[in-house]
């Protein structure tokens, strides 16, 4: 097969006009800076992800690297994420995981800062399409611990808020991680005027297990 083929299949395999626009969108509405933060689709044994040290509100096609389960980078010409290891375990971990961001938006990352967990039982919407939002506990970036820390954070829910850091979360698809960083970063905000105000009240329980249960059909 000769180059121009297996670039033309790779094109097919992601759609990297899709991926510029959501970076694009992510960075408008303030969910990830222009450094900061990292983003990738999976499609079989390869990924397309972010490079590392690239403004992601001006992020073009030609910016991205498409790379193997070794960290290899198969197209593109710039160093993938400092936080591929990360995208990795998650894939590992969840079979059913298309895409992945990782973001530090600001009431993510005021409940990172405190190291407030955020409760599971706050809003219907949240348990539906997130399940339980985990919290790790501050791990240096950048390292295999971290990797397997946020990693393991995904058995029952879909964002995990790093302490100390920011959130990530995962989707069947790019537009469905968006739709939740979206969902987490919402509930966040609105969790931290609650307790401002001075009360949360809390779904009663057995409406969270409902709830739960039905995420747990969706995912």
């Known amino acids: 097969m000769i180059f ?8 097919d395999m992601f759609d990297k006009k899709e991926f510029v ?17 990292n983003i990738s689709i999976k499609d079989d044994e390869l990924l397309l992800i972010t490079p590392t040290g690239v403004n992601k509100g001006i992020l073009k096609e030609e910016d991205l690297l498409i790379v193997d389960f070794n960290a290899k980078v198969v ?13 990795f375990e998650i894939y590992k971990k969840r079979e059913d995981v298309k895409a992945i961001i990782h973001s530090h938006p600001p009431f993510c990352v005021s409940l990172s800062l405190s190291g407030t967990k955020l409760p599971e039982n706050i809003l219907p919407e949240t348990t539906i399409h997130l399940g ?26 879909d964002a995990v808020i790093m302490g100390n850091h920011g959130v990530t ?21 609105a969790y931290i005027f609650s307790q401002i105000i001075g009360k949360t009240n809390l779904l009663p329980e057995i409406d969270s297990k409902v709830l739960l249960d039905l995420y747990k059909k969706m995912r």
Do not use: W
């Open 21 to 37: 626009s959501i970076c694009s969108n992510l960075y408008q509405k303030k969910l990830i800076g222009g450094y900061g933060g």
């Open 169 to 189: 979360v995962v989707g069947k698809n790019l537009l469905d991680a968006y739709n939740k960083i979206e969902l987490v970063e919402e509930t966040a905000k």
């Open 4 to 11: 121009s083929e297996v670039s033309l299949r790779r094109d």
């Open 75 to 87: 197209e593109g010409k710039s160093k993938p994420s400092s936080e591929i290891l990360m995208h």
């Open 132 to 157: 339980k939002v985990a919290f790790v506990p501050y791990i240096p970036p950048g390292t295999m611990e971290l990797a397997k820390g946020v990693s393991s954070g995904f058995e029952e829910g």
